[in-house]
T-cell receptor, first 114, second 114 residues
Framework: DSGVTQTPKHLITATGQRVTLRCSPRSGDLSVYWYQQSLDQGLQFLIQYYNGEERAKGNILERFSAQQFPDLHSELNLSSLELGDSALYFC?????????????FGPGTRLTVL | AQSVTQLDSHVSVSEGTPVLLRCNYSSSYSPSLFWYVQHPNKGLQLLLKYTSAATLVKGINGFEAEFKKSETSFHLTKPSAHMSDAAEYFCVVSERGGGNKLTFGTGTQLKVEL
C-alpha cells in the first residue's frame, strides 16, 4: 500500500458525459501527478500540481482539467467523454515535486466509456 | 526531450534463472532513472531509482540496475527469478529542471515459468 488513495476504483459512463476522479496524496506530500494508461498510448503524464499550483503539463486534452485543493487532495475532471478516453487513470504523489523525488502511485481508477 | 526505449516487449525465463530487462534512455540533461513494476490489476510500485550517486543501484526483491552513461543504458537484473516476479516492468526517466514529469517506456512483460 503506497498511501495514495483514489476513488472510485471503477467508473462506467456514456459518451458525452462528465466525470470526476479523486486522489488523496500520502500524508505530508505536497505534489500530485495524474497519468493515463491506455493500450494504444501506454502510460502518459497528464499534469502535476504542487501545493495547489500547476507545476507541469503533459499530454492533457482541453476537455480534461485538474485542480489541487488546500487540503492537498486533487481532482481530475474529464468532460465530453469519448470512447477513446477509456483508460486507467493513476494519481501519484511526492514530497516536494523535484526530479529526484520518488513518486508513489495509487491503485488507479478504471474508466470505461460506452 | 527525454525518452526511454525498452528493447523487449516480452521476456520469458525459468524460475531460478537470471532476469535481464533492457532499457536505453535519451536525455538532454543529467537524468534520474527509475524502474517500476505493475502486477496485474495493481498500481505501480517503485523497484529502484538512480539519481547520480552510485551507478549500481540496488532495489527491492533482489533487483538491481546499473547506470552506464557511455551506453545510455539502465538495464534491470535479478540473479534468480521467482514466480512472484511475473509482472510488467517499466523503465522511467525524469529530467531535472521544472517539475517532475516522468516519461515511461512501453513496458516489458516478464513471464516466469516452472
Amino acid at each position: 500500500d503506497s498511501g495514495v488513495t483514489q476513488t472510485p476504483k471503477h467508473l462506467i459512463t456514456a459518451t458525452g458525459q462528465r466525470v470526476t476522479l479523486r486522489c488523496s496524496p500520502r500524508s505530508g506530500d505536497l505534489s500530485v501527478y495524474w497519468y493515463q494508461q491506455s493500450l494504444d498510448q501506454g502510460l502518459q503524464f497528464l499534469i502535476q500540481y504542487y501545493n495547489g499550483e500547476e507545476r507541469a503539463k503533459g499530454n492533457i486534452l482541453e476537455r480534461f482539467s485538474a485542480q489541487q485543493f488546500p487540503d492537498l487532495h486533487s481532482e481530475l475532471n474529464l468532460s465530453s467523454l469519448e470512447l477513446g478516453d477509456s483508460a486507467l487513470y493513476f494519481c501519484a504523489s511526492s514530497a516536494s515535486g523535484g526530479a529526484v523525488d520518488t513518486q508513489y502511485f495509487g491503485p488507479g481508477t478504471r474508466l470505461t466509456v460506452l | 526531450a527525454q525518452s526511454v526505449t525498452q528493447l523487449d516487449s516480452h521476456v520469458s525465463v525459468s524460475e531460478g534463472t537470471p532476469v535481464l530487462l533492457r532499457c536505453n534512455y535519451s536525455s538532454s540533461y543529467s537524468p534520474s532513472l527509475f524502474w517500476y513494476v505493475q502486477h496485474p490489476n495493481k498500481g505501480l510500485q517503485l523497484l529502484l531509482k538512480y539519481t547520480s550517486a552510485a551507478t549500481l543501484v540496488k532495489g527491492i526483491n533482489g533487483f538491481e540496475a546499473e547506470f552506464k552513461k557511455s551506453e545510455t543504458s539502465f538495464h534491470l537484473t535479478k540473479p534468480s527469478a521467482h514466480m512472484s516476479d511475473a509482472a510488467e516492468y517499466f523503465c522511467v526517466v525524469s529530467e531535472r529542471g521544472g517539475g517532475n514529469k516522468l516519461t515511461f517506456g512501453t513496458g516489458t512483460q516478464l513471464k516466469v515459468e516452472l
